[in-house]
Each structure stands twice: as structure tokens, then as C-alpha cells.
């Protein structure tokens, strides 16, 4: 696969070397050869296995559990049931104070009751001498039921939705003008209803925990994505000092919000490993992820659009209906993207929610904007037709100069031109505007575009760099390598700001018992953490300065600080200098370390007066070309380019893998992936790869990506995250294309062929 990386471009401070090149990822050779430990990969002597007994009903009380037969396995040590295991102790409740728990899991008191909330909650744990009799002897224990009705049908329940609170850091709802009277009086219209359907988290690592108590200190292996949460939660729940849980997880197998809050897996582990008093393993089974890890929440929307005759907006209309568990989860910020992408003088957004009695929803990957730029993008396009217009062209007649809501400027947006550069790379001229008329053989070939937004949050990171005396740099922070790259950028920046040679630089990470870094999620821990890296390492070379200038005999007595240089491992005033080796050797130290601390009062109080001022956010444009047999009406998509406004590139090569791995996971939005639930029982029937397909290597095709590379003035170093920007638009790029090779309008996701036969 051949990729073009754009031009890497200096960062903002300091010269840069690392910034924005290609760099392996430092943790690659540990991953490829296996010497890397998962969370279900140490050993430890008295390690036992443990497995999940699925309830089998969507709600209602355990009125017997017999777990004779479970117990009579050979290899059995313990089974745990409500009725046998001392209940934890309820769930901390999130605040916006603790930014770490603002993520959405479940209320409920596993083992603490005989309540059950979904089908598929655990209600017993078997703990056995292997994993194999642990899930035979799970196969055993026979529950029974007193059934309580139970709300399980999104169909059937989404009338009963309720308006979505607004909260601090995000808003539900939002009106300018009067939107719906000029809908009804615009030339040109579209009032279109989409729908999506739930999706489930698939990462390549299964969720697992690995649980070790020594008194009240507690060892856990865990993949998360969120080590500050994950302690707190542990230690309110098991009634022990935060102090004495050590949680480590430096090698996590992806997470894309899965693993960003503590499910009923981690905290079960957790409990069998006290009640038993050995070291106890719980690898969820893929069913098992299905089961007790939520997913992305099913989704209706409406949206609609008024235009004049040359294109503008005058009314832009996007409602949704989302569904959370009525035992947690939180509504999606569906209509998020629609608040920023179109300059209509009459806007109305509202989204609401049902609670369902099925695991709660929880985050993965743009949660919102994912399905929200769908629902919207597929819409504009819609319009462009019923314009006549190029759809290219209609959204450059409505793009705003300012928020089209808030009024703030933009901190930086360059959709024309990502626009421009997109349709010049793509050949988007040889594209014929006629629905249908364009051929490969007998494949119907389409076009289409859509716009990617996601917004660029920055929160908090706490960071130390010390430097040793041989001159190596150690940056620590509990940050998330969640497989993309993340402590690779920071020894980059780190390498940058100290002059020092990329193999000098050390990061470690994962491990609670660093300083605490931010949760890897809402595409916001490389900025987050960067910012204090860069921060840290100002501060070191502040004190580096001023061991160098004391220095008997120092070259650089007498010069001005702010003349100082960092750069070839050492301090410089023009070419008058000393290396970190000989500054620390002549200050008699083994090493000088600088640290930053952040606090989350200051981070809001940031937050909330930047969001006055500006609106931040990666953007991209996404374009696609399908192939559409005629007579099946498969679909393949044969050529795919994503460009994107993401601020300054720290790393060509990861980058270029997180926004193609994004556009990966939208194409399966688009054309497969799909929760089935049974509306009767609420048990999720394809609990598997086998049956919820994601994409093989088959259905993607080359995937090229492109940036800008144009710092965000006020981001650290002007970078945006990209976690998540490459998912959205995907799948409306998809439909829209589709609607190009086809003249068919698919509104409901996935775009499967029964559906377009039908239309
Ligand atoms: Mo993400 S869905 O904030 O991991």
C-alpha cells in the first residue's frame, strides 16, 4: 500500500526534528516479537481462571441459583452467586469535577442483588483451576426466574423519548431563528428520516483483567483506557485506600471508548480474587464483551433542510432519538457536528433519549458525530440533487466565516481548502453529476463526499522528565498506549524540546503508580499530555540553564537565559555550550528532574473561557467511489481518499494509521456492522465475528490520507486529535456514493443489498 505523507512542517516551538515525521512506533518491536504482555498474559503461581454466567432473561429477580453442578466439577474452587458473596459496595457516581469519570458504565451492584437488567447481566462467577473448566462449570448453573416486564424494543419505545439534559460540557439542544417556518416556506427542501443500528466494541484484545490481592493492596492487569477512574472505582467499591491499588496496563489491544470505564468484568475479577484468595484471570469471551461491555446506542434522526435557488441554507433542522440502560449509559451527542458545519441563519437541534432495559450504551469512537454526520451529511447531499447542484459546491455556499451558533470564531478552518485539495487528488471533475450514468463493465460506479468534523478537546495530564546522568530522558506519565501510538509522539516532542536524540528519550507509562495522565479518550490525550511534556521540559531546561551557568569554567557565564539553547544533548548560546553529560557531572548530580501538575478546577475554569472564544476541531473531507453490481446490488467500495484538517502532525506514520483505521471502522458502519437484538427477549443474537462483521482486509480498499499540516493557533504545538475525526462522514460518504452509481437513497444503516433492492 503505497501512502503519501504530507511535507512535515516545523512545530510551533523549538526546532523541530522528531515532530512530524514518520517515526516508528518505539513499542513495535516488543508487539511484533510477543514479548509484550497483555492483561491476560502474566503469570503468576497461584493463578486462577475465571468465567461469567450470563442471565437469560431482560429483566426481573433470581428466585433460585443451583450451582451443585458447577460445584461438583473437578477444578472448581468457588462459585460466586448473589446469594454466596459479600456484595461491593455501590458505584461512585461521575462529576464533572473528576473528568476521569465522566464516562458511562453501569449502576448496577453486581453479585449484590438478585436484580437482573439485562439479558446477558453476569449473575455468578466461576472461579476453576483452568479457563476450561471454568466456563464448562459456568455451563452448569442453573438459574431461576421471577420475570418482570421489560422495555427492550428501540422501535417499539423510541415514542417515549424525553428531551436530553444539557450538561456543562455538553449541550442537547439548541434554536436560532425560527427553523421550522422557513423550512415551510424554502424553494427547496429535504425532510429526510435516518436510522442506525446499535454496533458493539471489537477490539482485538477481548476485555480482560488479571487480579492479585496482597491484604488490602491490590495488584490489577487491566487494558483500559482510563487508569485514574479505574483505581478510584475499584477503591470505592472493595472499601480500600486508593494508595494500596497499583493498576498497570502498559499494552492495551484497542479501546475506542470500550474500555474508558470499569464494566462488570474488571470489578468481578476484582471480587473473586478477594473471596477466593488467589490470583484470578477473567478474559471475557467475544459473547462475554457482548454481554457486559456496552456499544454504540441505536439511533433515529430527522433531518431537515431549506435552501434558496443558489444553494444557501435557510433552515436546518436535526432531531434524534438515542436510547441509554435504564441501569446506565448516557445520550449520544448526536446532533454535536450539526451545531458547527453549516451557516443557516434558522437552526433547530434537539436530541433525546429512552432508557431501555439492555446494557447500557457507552462510548466508542466519536460517539455522536459518527452517526450524527451520517444522518446530517447524507442529507446534504440529498439536497444537492434536488438542487441540481455539486454537492462540493453546496457546502462551499454555506460554510461559515463564524459558528453559525454560538457566533466565536473558528480557531482555525480550512474546509475550502481541504475541499479544494480533496477533489484536485481525487478526480472529483471526471465525476459525471448524472445518477447512474458512469460504468465499469457492468459495475454502476459512484461518487460521493461528506464532511468529517470532530472537536479538538484538550484536558489535563500531570508529567515528569528527569534527566540521568549519561544523558537519557525519561518522560513519565500514566498515559494510554492504547496500540496508536501515543507514547511514541510524546518521546518525539520530548526528543524536540530537550535537543536530544530520539533513542535518548524513555517514556513510560500505563502504571498508576506514575504521575496520573488523562484518560485516552475524546481524541484528547496527545494534546493533553503534550502540553505538559512541552511544559516540563521549558521548566528542566530552566534549571539545566542555571546548573550551566554556575558551572566552574561554564562556556556559557555571563550569557542571557533567554539566549540558551537547547539542542545536540546539550545547552547552547550560539556555538558556546555544554552537553546534559557534562552540566550534571560538573553539578555533581545524578539526575535533574522537572514535573507538572494540573488540576481539574483549572482545567474547567481553561475550558469554559477558550469555548467563549473559539471553536476548535479537526475537520476532513471524505471521499468515495463505489462499485455497485446492477443485478445484486453489492456494494464495494473501490477507492477511498480522507483529507483532513488536523492541525500539526506529530507523527506522519501513526497518524496516517489512525485516520485510516477511523475511515476502517466507518466503512463498517456503512455497510455491515450491526448489533441484532431480539426485540422480545433483548439478547443480542450475533455475539460474534462470525455473525456482527466488522471489515476483513477484503472490503477495504487503498485507503489514502492527506492533512494539511497547519497548526491550530491554540493548540499545544497546534495539534488536534485524531482518535476520532476519521470515522466520521464515512459511512454518508458511503450512501452518498451509492446514491451516485445507484439513484437509490439508503437512510438506514447498514447499506446492506436487501435494501437497496427494495427501493
Ligand atoms: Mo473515545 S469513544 O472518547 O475512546
Not at 87 to 106: E, F, H, I, Q, R
Not at 199 to 227: F, M, S
Not at 456 to 474: I, Y
Amino acid at each position: 500500500m503505497s501512502v503519501k505523507y504530507a511535507e512535515a512542517e516545523p512545530a510551533t516551538t523549538g526546532a523541530a526534528k522528531y515532530v512530524g515525521q514518520a517515526v516508528d512506533r518505539l513499542d513495535g518491536p516488543a508487539k511484533t516479537t510477543g514479548e509484550a504482555r497483555y492483561a491476560a498474559e502474566h503469570p503468576y503461581p497461584d493463578l486462577a481462571y475465571a468465567a461469567l454466567v450470563h442471565a437469560t432473561i431482560p429483566r426481573g429477580r433470581i428466585t433460585a441459583i443451583d450451582t451443585a453442578a458447577a460445584r461438583a466439577v473437578r477444578g472448581v474452587i468457588d462459585v460466586l452467586t448473589h446469594e454466596s458473596t459479600p456484595a461491593m459496595k455501590p458505584p461512585p457516581k461521575p462529576s464533572v469535577l473528576d473528568l476521569s469519570s465522566m464516562v458511562s458504565g453501569t449502576t448496577v451492584n453486581y453479585l449484590g442483588t438478585d436484580e437482573v437488567h439485562w439479558n446477558g447481566q453476569p449473575i455468578a462467577v466461576v472461579v476453576a483451576e483452568t479457563p476450561e473448566t471454568a466456563r464448562y462449570a459456568a455451563s452448569l448453573v442453573r438459574p431461576a426466574y421471577q420475570e418482570l416486564p421489560a422495555a427492550t424494543d428501540f422501535e417499539a419505545e423510541k415514542q417515549h423519548a424525553v428531551p436530553q439534559k444539557s450538561s456543562l460540557i455538553a449541550e442537547a439542544s439548541a434554536n436560532k431563528g425560527d427553523a421550522p417556518a422557513a423550512l415551510a416556506a424554502a424553494p427547496y427542501a429535504v425532510d429526510l428520516t435516518f436510522s442506525t443500528p446499535p454496533h458493539n466494541h471489537n477490539a482485538i484484545e477481548p476485555h480482560a483483567t488479571t487480579a492479585v490481592w496482597d491484604g488490602d493492596r491490590l495488584t490489577l492487569h487491566e487494558g483500559t483506557q482510563n487508569i485514574p477512574w479505574t483505581r478510584r472505582h475499584l477503591a470505592l467499591r472493595f472499601g480500600v485506600p486508593e494508595k494500596g491499588i497499583r493498576i498497570l496496563s502498559p499494552n492495551v489491544g484497542g479501546g475506542f471508548g470500550g474500555k474508558a470505564s470499569v464494566w462488570a468484568g474488571t470489578l468481578l475479577a476484582v471480587l473473586a480474587a478477594r473471596v477466593t484468595g488467589r490470583a484470578v484471570r477473567l478474559a471475557l469471551t467475544r459473547e462475554s464483551v457482548y454481554h457486559t461491555v456496552g456499544g454504540r446506542t441505536a439511533s433515529t434522526q430527522r433531518v431537515a433542510l431549506g435552501a434558496e435557488a443558489d444553494g444557501r441554507l435557510t433552515a436546518l433542522i436535526h432531531t434524534s432519538v438515542s436510547r441509554t440502560g435504564r441501569s446506565g449509559g448516557s445520550g449520544e451527542q448526536i446532533t454535536a457536528a450539526s451545531r458547527h458545519l453549516y451557516a443557516a441563519p434558522n437552526i433547530h437541534l434537539q436530541q433525546h433519549t429512552v432508557p431501555l432495559d439492555l446494557l447500557a450504551n457507552t462510548f466508542m469512537r466519536a460517539p455522536g458525530e459518527s452517526i450524527g454526520t451520517f444522518a446530517m451529511e447524507s442529507a446534504v447531499d440529498e439536497l444537492a440533487w434536488k438542487l441540481g447542484m455539486d454537492p462540493i459546491e453546496l457546502r462551499m455556499r454555506n460554510e461559515p466565516e463564524r459558528d453559525p451558533l454560538g457566533g466565536q470564531a473558528f480557531s482555525a478552518r480550512r474546509l475550502r481548502e481541504v475541499y479544494a485539495l480533496g477533489a484536485e487528488r481525487f478526480g472529483w471533475r471526471e465525476r459525471d453529476p448524472r445518477a447512474g450514468a458512469m460504468r465499469d463493465g457492468r459495475w454502476l460506479v459512484g461518487m460521493g463526499v461528506a464532511t468529517a468534523y470532530h472537536p479538538s478537546l484538550q484536558m489535563m495530564a500531570s508529567v515528569t522528565v528527569r534527566l540521568e546522568a549519561g544523558g537519557t530522558v525519561v518522560v513519565r506519565s500514566g498515559l494510554h498506549e492504547v496500540g496508536m501510538g501515543a507514547a511514541t509522539v510524546q518521546a518525539q516532542i520530548a526528543a524536540d524540546e530537550l535537543g536530544v536524540p530520539l533513542e535518548k528519550v524513555r517514556v513510560e507509562y500505563g502504571d498508576s503508580d506514575l504521575p496520573p495522565g488523562t484518560q485516552a479518550a475524546g481524541s484528547a490525550q496527545t494534546a493533553s499530555v503534550a502540553a505538559s511534556v512541552i511544559a516540563a521540559c521549558e521548566k528542566l531546561k530552566r534549571t539545566l540553564t542555571g546548573l550551566a551557568r554556575r558551572a566552574p569554567g561554564s562556556p556559557l557565564r555571563g550569557s542571557r537565559p533567554a539566549d540558551v539553547r537547547a539542542r545536540d544533548g546539550g545547552l547552547y548560546a550560539g556555538d558556546r555550550g555544554l552537553t546534559y553529560v557534562e552540566i550534571l557531572a560538573s553539578a555533581g548530580r545524578g539526575h535533574v528532574e522537572a514535573g507538572v501538575k494540573t488540576s481539574t478546577l483549572a482545567f474547567m475554569a481553561k475550558f469554559l473561557r477558550e469555548r467563549r472564544k473559539w471553536v476548535k476541531a479537526a475537520t476532513g473531507a471524505q471521499f468515495c467511489e463505489v462499485r455497485v453490481d446492477p443485478d445484486t446490488m453489492e456494494v464495494r467500495v473501490s477507492r477511498w481518499l480522507g483529507v483532513f484538517d488536523a492541525g500539526t502532525i506529530i507523527n506522519a506514520r501513526t497518524a496516517a494509521s489512525q485516520l485510516r483505521g477511523g475511515i476502517v471502522m466507518g466503512l463498517g458502519m456503512a455497510l455491515s456492522e450491526h448489533t441484532l437484538i431480539d426485540p422480545r427477549s433483548g439478547r443480542v443474537v450475533n455475539p460474534s465475528l462470525s455473525e456482527y462483521h466488522v471489515p476483513v482486509h477484503a472490503d477495504v480498499p487503498h485507503i489514502d490520507v492527506e492533512w494539511l499540516n497547519e497548526p491550530d493557533p491554540n493548540m499545544p504545538l497546534g495539534l488536534r486529535g485524531i482518535g476520532e475525526v476519521g470515522i466520521t462522514g464515512v459511512a454518508a460518504a458511503v450512501a452518498n456514493a451509492v446514491r451516485h452509481a445507484t439513484g437509490k437513497r439508503v437512510a438506514d444503516l447498514p447499506i446492506t443489498l436487501d435494501k437497496l433492492l427494495e427501493l
